[in-house]
Each structure stands twice: as structure tokens, then as C-alpha cells.
């Protein structure tokens, strides 16, 4: 007979996909490494090259008091492009989804392996959990190929004179937060897909059918008793009489 637990083990590798890529959306958000800026004056960045994030911008220089500079950016900063601010939003906000894709993941998965009384609502919470995951890779999925496309692009950013970053770089690379972020977007969507192809997902759990393994039928198997072993062991068995 098979169990509604062994129905769920693809949802089980998606929760814990799910998990992993959160906190890979969550890393990628904080990294510096969006933007990897090229400049032509090594007078003041050191190095040549520049790291910018949609939080910070950071460089080495030999020449300032401290060897890493960092600036905060701001979402109220006037020059930023659109797409670092779209990207500061959306950033948050997948955050958020991932959070609450990985609570419904967790409880469906719960249902699908403890649960044995009122199974009704887990379709609901497999789809809802399902919705959450694609909500959280789209939200990180669109800014990261939107900032990629700017880098492609060398797009410039009007940075103040205090940031002390001239502007346009002579050059761009796609920095390694964007792989990270478009790894665990992609992984997302994936968690998400493979909650949406639960078996029970699209079944109507309502119409109980004889092979229905929501509502049964549960069929209760028992030891027998003492006594009807030694009942049994009195009887005589017709396969060991000759003719």
C-alpha cells in the first residue's frame, strides 16, 4: 500500500533547495561584488578596480587612511540608476517571500509525513508554498538581470565627488554576486515547481475514492491472539493425509 508520506520526498529535497537558496538570496544581497568597476586612475584606487554593490561601494587604496573604503548607498541617494533601486526593493522583498515560502514549505511537508487526521487544507499549502518560492526566485531573478544587463552595457553611475570614484569606468565585470543571486533564483524556482507537481496539489481531496490516500480507507492489521494460536495448532492440515 502506498502511504501519503512516500508521496512527498521530491517536496522534502525542494524545502531543503528552498532553505539553501534563501540564504544564498540573503548573502547576495549583502555582497559588494555586483559591479566590478575598472579605472583608468590608479592614483587614488589602488588597485584600478572598484566594487559596487546595491548597498555599498568599496575600493583599496594605498593612499587614503584606511586600506578598504566603503561607501553606504542609500535608497534615497538622488543618483543612483533605477536599477540599483529596484534591486534594493526587490532585494528585501525576496527575502521576505523566501521566509515565508520556507514556513508553508515546512508545514506541508509536516502534514504530508505526521498528519493523520485533517488532511483537506494541504492541498492549499502545497500550492501556497509552491506560489511563495516562484514569487521569492522572480523578485531576486529580475533585478540581478537587470544590473547584469547594465554591467554588459557599461552603464555609468553619476557617483558624488566624495565617493571619490571617477566615473565612466573604462571598463565592467559581472561580479560574483550575480552568480550567486542568479544560482539561488534559479534553485528557487525550482523548489517552487516541484511543489507545484505534488501529485495531491491538483486532486480534489473532497471525493474519496478507493485508492485515495488522503482519506483513506485505512485498513487496521493485528496480531493474532494467544489463544488462536493454539486453537490453530490442534487442527490438523489436509495436505500431510495420503490417499
Same mark, same amino acid.
Not at 557599461?154 to 565585470?173: G, H, K, L, M, Y
Given at each position: 500500500?502506498?502511504?501519503?508520506?512516500?508521496?512527498?520526498?521530491? +517536496?522534502?529535497?525542494?524545502?531543503?533547495?528552498?532553505?539553501?537558496?534563501? /540564504?544564498?538570496?540573503?548573502?547576495?544581497?549583502?555582497?559588494?561584488?555586483?559591479?566590478?568597476?575598472?579605472?583608468?586612475?590608479?592614483?587614488?584606487?589602488?588597485?584600478?578596480?572598484?566594487?559596487?554593490? /546595491?548597498?555599498?561601494?568599496?575600493?583599496?587604496?594605498?593612499?587614503?587612511?584606511?586600506?578598504?573604503?566603503?561607501?553606504?548607498?542609500? /535608497?534615497? &541617494?538622488?543618483?543612483?540608476?533605477?536599477? /540599483?533601486?529596484?534591486? +534594493?526593493?526587490?532585494?528585501?522583498?525576496?527575502?521576505?517571500?523566501?521566509?515565508?515560502?520556507?514556513?508553508?514549505?515546512?508545514?506541508?511537508?509536516?502534514?504530508?509525513?505526521?498528519?493523520?487526521?485533517?488532511?483537506?487544507?494541504?492541498?492549499?499549502?502545497?500550492?501556497?508554498?509552491?506560489?511563495?518560492?516562484?514569487?521569492?526566485? !522572480?523578485?531576486?531573478?529580475?533585478?540581478?538581470?537587470?544590473?547584469?544587463?547594465?554591467?554588459?552595457?557599461?552603464?555609468?553611475?553619476?557617483?558624488?565627488?566624495?565617493? +571619490?570614484?571617477?566615473?565612466?569606468?573604462?571598463?565592467?565585470?559581472?561580479?560574483?554576486?550575480?552568480?550567486?543571486?542568479?544560482?539561488?533564483?534559479?534553485?528557487?524556482?525550482?523548489?517552487?515547481?516541484?511543489?507545484?507537481?505534488?501529485?495531491?496539489?491538483?486532486?480534489?481531496?473532497?471525493?474519496?475514492?478507493?485508492? &485515495?490516500?488522503?482519506?483513506?480507507?485505512?485498513?487496521?492489521? !493485528?496480531?493474532?491472539?494467544?489463544?488462536?494460536?493454539?486453537?490453530?495448532?490442534?487442527?490438523?492440515?489436509?495436505?500431510?493425509?495420503?490417499?
Amino acid at each position: 500500500m502506498l502511504y501519503l508520506t512516500h508521496t512527498a520526498h521530491w +517536496q522534502f529535497l525542494g524545502l531543503i533547495v528552498g532553505f539553501l537558496a534563501w /540564504i544564498l538570496t540573503m548573502t547576495t544581497a549583502g555582497l559588494n561584488e555586483w559591479r566590478l568597476w575598472r579605472v583608468g586612475n590608479a592614483t587614488i584606487i589602488s588597485s584600478g578596480e572598484a566594487w559596487v554593490g /546595491i548597498w555599498r561601494m568599496c575600493f583599496y587604496s594605498h593612499v587614503l587612511p584606511d586600506m578598504e573604503n566603503c561607501r553606504s548607498i542609500s /535608497i534615497s &541617494d538622488s543618483f543612483l540608476p533605477v536599477e /540599483i533601486l529596484v534591486a +534594493q526593493v526587490l532585494m528585501m522583498l525576496a527575502a521576505i517571500f523566501g521566509l515565508a515560502a520556507n514556513i508553508c514549505a515546512a508545514v506541508a511537508v509536516r502534514m504530508a509525513y505526521f498528519s493523520v487526521e485533517d488532511r483537506r487544507s494541504i492541498r492549499l499549502v502545497f500550492l501556497l508554498a509552491g506560489a511563495l518560492y516562484l514569487l521569492t526566485g !522572480t523578485s531576486s531573478l529580475v533585478p540581478l538581470a537587470w544590473n547584469m544587463n547594465s554591467v554588459l552595457k557599461n552603464s555609468t553611475i553619476d557617483f558624488p565627488p566624495e565617493f +571619490q570614484i571617477p566615473a565612466p569606468p573604462v571598463s565592467q565585470r559581472v561580479g560574483s554576486a550575480i552568480g550567486v543571486g542568479l544560482c539561488a533564483s534559479v534553485a528557487t524556482l525550482l523548489s517552487g515547481l516541484l511543489f507545484f507537481c505534488y501529485r495531491y496539489a491538483w486532486r480534489a481531496v473532497s471525493t474519496a475514492g478507493p485508492g &485515495d490516500q488522503l482519506n483513506g480507507p485505512w485498513t487496521v492489521t !493485528t496480531l493474532p491472539r494467544k489463544s488462536e494460536l493454539v486453537n490453530r495448532a490442534g487442527m490438523d492440515n489436509a495436505a500431510f493425509h495420503s490417499e
